[in-house]
């Protein structure tokens, strides 16, 4: 009787040789110029890297609010116009930037809004931090002392510069 042949393993064949053989004669060296460019795309990452993160640095120092000078803007004019809105608003409440008066609005305010003290007159935003002008009401001094959140700087009787840094 025969015996049933079993079949011959298929041979092995070597995937990476087969996907993209070197061309005769140069080996690996012929790949050398494919690994360049990958050599200089991560020098590259570095060097974006060190932008970015000197734009961020940048960004934060410029991001920075301060105190106001009286050198900015006419002090009187704004301080009538200030107490103009504080009449008419006695509590605390936001005043539409539309509507304010030629004084005011020069200053181009990202808010104005009244309080139990005052009328605070946003000029400078940036993250959670604000800067601008505050005027106070008849009465109420704020305190001006050192590291106060929010701070306070005399420009005239009752008008200051205030740094809010949230």
């Not at 005011?104 to 009328?119: A, C, D, N, Q, W």
Request: charged content about 20%.
């Amino acid at each position: 009787m025969r015996q049933a042949r079993t079949p011959r393993p298929a041979p092995k064949i070597n995937q990476a040789s087969q996907a993209r053989p070197p061309p005769s004669g140069l080996g690996w060296t012929a790949y050398a110029p494919l690994r360049l460019p990958l050599l200089e795309m991560l020098l590259l990452q570095r060097e974006v890297m060190r932008i970015f993160q000197l734009l961020i640095l940048i960004f934060i120092l410029t991001g920075c609010v301060k105190h106001h000078s009286e050198d900015e803007f006419d002090i009187d004019l704004v301080e009538k116009s200030a107490i103009e809105i504080l009449k008419s608003n006695p509590g605390n409440s936001i005043v539409n930037i539309e509507k304010l008066p030629l004084s005011l609005s020069k200053l181009k305010p990202y808010s104005v809004r009244t309080g139990e003290t005052g009328i605070y007159i946003t000029l400078d935003k940036s993250f959670v931090s604000e800067s601008g002008i505050y005027i106070s009401r008849t009465g109420y001094t704020p305190n001006t002392s050192e590291g106060l959140d929010p701070s306070f700087k005399l420009l005239k009787s009752r008008t200051f510069s205030y740094v809010l840094k949230g």
